[in-house]
Nanobody
Framework: VQLVESGGGLVQPGGSLRLSCVAS????????MTWYRQRPGKERERLAD????????YYEDSVKGRFTISRDDVNNTADLQMNSLKSDDTAVYYC???????????WGQGTQVTVSS
């Protein structure tokens, strides 16, 4: 499975960005999708999951109410809409795909998000 993230960039505090992750190599509808981030000097942290049937199943506490995960099985994408961004959201954002009940997991290369005035 190949995953390619896009949509990162520089945004001012309070602004919004929409990240997208395009998957190829396996039928998209069997993939559970997850967004992670790694902030400078910190470990990678899980932000949001969406199930194979399109139900968001997890949000990390600091992003609840600000970030929304979604998927489009026609275009093989999983998006992360990020609103009310803070400087603390500055990180490299990664998407991960896995097939439930199997050990396989796949990662994208990451996209940089910088929140700064």
């Amino acid at each position: 499975v190949q995953l390619v993230e896009s949509g990162g960039g520089l945004v001012q505090p309070g602004g919004s960005l929409r990240l997208s992750c395009v998957a190829s190599g396996l039928p998209f509808e069997i993939l559970r999708m997850t967004w992670y981030r790694q902030r400078p000097g910190k470990e990678r942290e899980r932000l949001a999951d969406i199930s194979t049937i399109g139900k968001p199943t997890y949000y990390e506490d600091s992003v609840k109410g600000r970030f929304t995960i979604s998927r489009d099985d026609v275009n093989n994408t999983a998006d992360l809409q990020m609103n009310s961004l803070k400087s603390d959201d500055t990180a490299v954002y990664y998407c991960k795909a896995d097939v439930p009940s199997t050990s396989g997991e796949y990662w994208g290369q990451g996209t940089q998000v910088t929140v700064s005035s």
